[in-house]
Every structure is written in structure tokens, then in C-alpha cells.
């Protein structure tokens, strides 16, 4: 989640700053081509007075609850109590219109709404609105203005911008890079169970340049950051375990957390675990599940992925023979069709019924557009 990776980065925070909009959609939403600009009908709805009430019918409709689901039904809702001056409704309409969900994509008009919603007391609001000035995205760029907007959000309990000024020490955005103050905001980020914050900072305790490595804590981090969903954090993790296997909670412990993150469509860990089998580290060696992996992994990760596997790809066919290459072929082809996006976050909701299972997909590159979906099949 390191801030140089601007597009996916960027979009991952601005959805998890709107996080209760995520929470609401348990189908698939797509932030996509921009609509017709006509006002929705509300003939056969509700004409609700108060804001709490329109919040609400957005949201019905956003999550197609009792209604049919409509996103510029919860678009038009949303702004309405946004116009009323509702900060919940305002930092919910700047996200749609940052992701073009339901209107058109407008970063002057989402920087507008997370500015109202931020001087109307939105912690959120303030991390979309530090990250819009940080990317110069409705806004001109202004990194000191960034600075003082997550230094009052980390201060009224963030963890999402306390994540975001370790990368600003990390890397020297705006300050002098400062690896002790860096990881003093990612352990700040941790403390209040961001998994982003868990995820760099048991990067920084892990890698090979730091003083002070701390596998341990490392292990510990990365596993509350998949538990929450995170899935470079469940590839990372299962990463450490395969190299310091007394790490491992069970024997089964990696291989879980790889097959999790290539179900979210990692093509490293589909890479990872076509690497296990062909070695018969974890299990023994299985030319055909390694074969199978690699083939996932090349259709997950495009030609570069495809190029880097192919002397295993090739050697593997020649031991396996055409007949049953083709069938793998086929059964890895089923598999990319339900698992090909790039999840970010998958969260599959427990026991409470108000918090379905969804997934975010990383954005496609290029755009800061990110996609909200229903979670992948296990």
C-alpha cells in the first residue's frame, strides 16, 4: 500500500475513508461510464423531509433494500441531504462523484463536498479532502494543506491518515524522510486497527534493511491486516510463514492464506503455489497442481506474468503430455472467469446481516476508479 502505487493507492484510501457507503452494497457496483445527466424519477418514491431519512433511502437504494437498486436514486438522495447540510450525506456524495457511482465523475465537485463535510467535523472528510490535495484531484496540489488535514484527522483517532503520514516520512513527501518518525505514524495507524497501517508496518519490521527486524511482530501484523481482509497482507503473511515456518499458527497456514489471495485474483500467490507444488515445499511435489497454478497465475498477471512462467509452463506440458494439458488448460480458464479482478480488500461479514460480504478491486490502471463488488467465491 506504499503511496508510490498513486493510482490504486489513492482510490483504495478514498473508498475506505467513505467506508459506510461500502458497507451498504451487496451486489455488484460498478463506478463506471458517467450517466445521463437527466434528474432521477422519484414519482414512485418516498418524499422523505428530514436528512436521517433521506440518508436512508439512499443508502436503500444504493443497496437495493427494499427498493430496486438504483445508484442514481442514492446519488440524488445522498445530495439532497448533503444540500441540507448533513456531514455524513456531504462526504458520501464526494465519494460518489469521485467514483462516478450514479453521476458523472467530478473532482472539483468531490473536493467540494469533502471540504463542507470536513468543516462540518467528517474525520473522513478530512482524509479524502488530504488525499485529493495530496494528487491535485478537484484541487490544486498543496501538500503542506495535506499535511495539516491528516494531522487533525490521525488526532481525532484515523488510522487511515496515520497510515498516510508514515508514507509522507517514509518517502520525504512535503518533509525530510525519516524512517523512525515513519514508522512511529504506521505503529499509530496499528494501535487503532487500520490494516493498512498493520500491513506497512510489518513490512518495514520485515525487510531486509531494517536494524531492528522483528519477524514475529511482522507475522503478528500481517495476520490482523488479512483477517480484515486485506489480501496483500494474506500474501505477504503466508510469504513470511513459507520462509519461517515456525511462524506458522498450523502446517496448513500458508497454503490457506495463498489459495485466499489467489481466489482474489493475486497472481503472485497462484505463482507462489504452482512454486510450492513444483518444489514440494508444504506438500509433495505435484507436477500437475504446479502446472495449474502457473497457468492461473499467467492469466491473472498478463504477458509479463505469462513470459516470466513460461520455461515452467513449457517444461511442465512436456511432462504432462497434451491430453492432460489441455484439461488443465480448461479448468484454469474456469477459474480466472470467476476470480479475474485484482480484489483489494475482501470482507465477508461475519454474522451481522448489515454488514454483507463485498469485495474493492484495485482500480484498472491508469484511473483512480475503484470497483465495488460482491466477495469472489471461495
Same mark, same amino acid.
Given at each position: 500500500? *506504499?503511496?508510490?502505487e498513486s493510482?490504486?493507492r ?9 467506508f459506510?457507503?461500502?458497507l *451498504?452494497?451487496?451486489?455488484?457496483l ?6 445521463e ?5 422519484t414519482?414512485?418514491a418516498?418524499q422523505?423531509r ?6 436512508k433511502?439512499a443508502?436503500d437504494?444504493?443497496a437495493g ?7 442514481r436514486?442514492?446519488? !440524488? ?5 448533503a444540500?441540507?447540510g &448533513?456531514p $455524513?450525506?456531504?462526504l458520501?456524495t464526494g465519494?460518489? !462523484?469521485?467514483?462516478?457511482l450514479?453521476?458523472?465523475? $467530478?473532482p472539483?465537485r468531490?473536493a467540494h463536498?469533502?471540504?463542507l463535510?470536513?468543516?462540518?467535523g467528517s ?6 479532502l ?6 491535485a ?8 494543506m495535506?499535511?495539516?488535514l491528516?494531522n487533525?484527522?490521525?488526532a481525532?483517532g484515523?488510522?487511515l491518515?496515520?497510515?498516510y503520514?508514515? &508514507?509522507f516520512?517514509?518517502f520525504?513527501i512535503?518533509?525530510?524522510k525519516?524512517?523512525q ?7 499509530k495507524g496499528a494501535?487503532?486497527?487500520?490494516p ?10 520485515s525487510?531486509?534493511a531494517?536494524?531492528a527486524? &522483528?519477524?514475529r ?10 483477517a480484515?481482509?486485506?489480501v496483500?497482507?494474506?500474501?505477504s503473511l503466508?510469504?513470511l ?12 497456514e500458508?497454503?490457506?492464506l495463498?489459495? $485466499?489471495?489467489?481466489?482474489?485474483g493475486?497472481?503472485?500467490?497462484s *505463482?507462489?503455489?504452482g512454486?510450492l507444488a513444483? $518444489?514440494?515445499?508444504?506438500a509433495p511435489?505435484?507436477?500437475?497442481a504446479? !502446472?495449474?497454478?502457473?497457468r492461473?497465475a499467467?492469466l491473472?498477471?498478463?504477458?509479463e506474468?505469462?513470459k516470466?512462467?513460461?520455461a515452467?509452463?513449457r ?5 504432462l503430455?497434451?491430453?492432460?494439458t489441455r ?6 480458464t ?10 483489494a ?5 461475519g454474522e451481522d446481516?448489515e ?5 474493492l478491486a484495485?482500480p ?5 476508479v475503484?470497483?465495488?463488488l460482491a466477495?469472489p467465491?471461495?
Amino acid at each position: 500500500m *506504499m503511496i508510490h502505487e498513486s493510482g490504486s493507492r489513492r482510490a483504495l484510501a478514498i473508498a475506505l475513508a467513505s467506508f459506510c457507503v461500502l458497507l *451498504m452494497a451487496p451486489t455488484k457496483l460498478l463506478a463506471g461510464p458517467a450517466p445521463e445527466l437527466d434528474t432521477p424519477s422519484t414519482a414512485v418514491a418516498p418524499q422523505p423531509r428530514s436528512a436521517g431519512r433521506q440518508i436512508k433511502l439512499a443508502a436503500d437504494y444504493l443497496a437495493g433494500r427494499g427498493v430496486p437498486q438504483d445508484p442514481r436514486q442514492a446519488a !440524488y438522495w445522498y445530495e439532497k441531504a448533503a444540500e441540507a447540510g &448533513d456531514p $455524513d450525506a456531504q462526504l458520501q456524495t464526494g465519494y460518489l !462523484y469521485e467514483a462516478g457511482l450514479g453521476v458523472p465523475r $467530478d473532482p472539483e465537485r468531490a473536493a467540494h463536498w469533502y471540504q463542507l463535510a470536513a468543516v462540518g467535523g467528517s474525520v473522513q472528510a478530512k482524509v479524502s479532502l488530504g488525499i485529493a490535495y495530496l494528487w491535485a484531484t478537484g484541487v490544486t496540489r498543496d501538500e503542506k494543506m495535506a499535511l495539516s488535514l491528516l494531522n487533525e484527522a490521525a488526532a481525532d483517532g484515523s488510522g487511515l491518515a496515520a497510515c498516510y503520514l508514515g &508514507d509522507f516520512y517514509a518517502f520525504g513527501i512535503g518533509v525530510l524522510k525519516d524512517r523512525q518518525a515513519a514508522e512511529r505514524w504506521y505503529r499509530k495507524g496499528a494501535s487503532l486497527h487500520n490494516p493498512l497501517a498493520e500491513f506497512d508496518l510489518a513490512t518495514l519490521l520485515s525487510g531486509s534493511a531494517n536494524p531492528a527486524t &522483528d519477524l514475529r511482530a511482522a507475522s503478528s501484523l500481517f495476520r490482523e491486516a488479512a483477517a480484515a481482509g486485506y489480501v496483500p497482507a494474506m500474501h505477504s503473511l503466508a510469504l513470511l510463514l513459507v520462509r519461517n515456518p515456525g511462524l506458522a499458527r498450523s502446517p496448513g497456514e500458508a497454503l490457506g492464506l495463498l489459495n $485466499d489471495a489467489a481466489n482474489a485474483g493475486s497472481w503472485r500467490s497462484s *505463482m507462489l503455489l504452482g512454486v510450492l507444488a513444483r $518444489d514440494g515445499d508444504q506438500a509433495p511435489p505435484d507436477a500437475e497442481a504446479a !502446472y495449474y497454478h502457473f497457468r492461473i497465475a499467467a492469466l491473472q498477471g498478463g504477458s509479463e506474468t505469462a513470459k516470466l512462467l513460461e520455461a515452467d509452463l513449457r517444461s511442465l506440458s512436456a511432462r504432462l503430455g497434451p491430453a492432460r494439458t489441455r484439461t488443465l488448460d480448461s479448468q484454469a480458464t474456469a477459474f480466472f472467469e470467476k476470480h479475474h479482478l485484482a480484489l483489494a480488500f475482501v470482507y465477508r461479514g461475519g454474522e451481522d446481516p448489515e454488514f454483507p460480504a463485498y469485495a474493492l478491486a484495485f482500480p484498472e490502471h491508469g484511473t483512480h476508479v475503484v470497483e465495488l463488488l460482491a466477495a469472489p467465491p471461495d
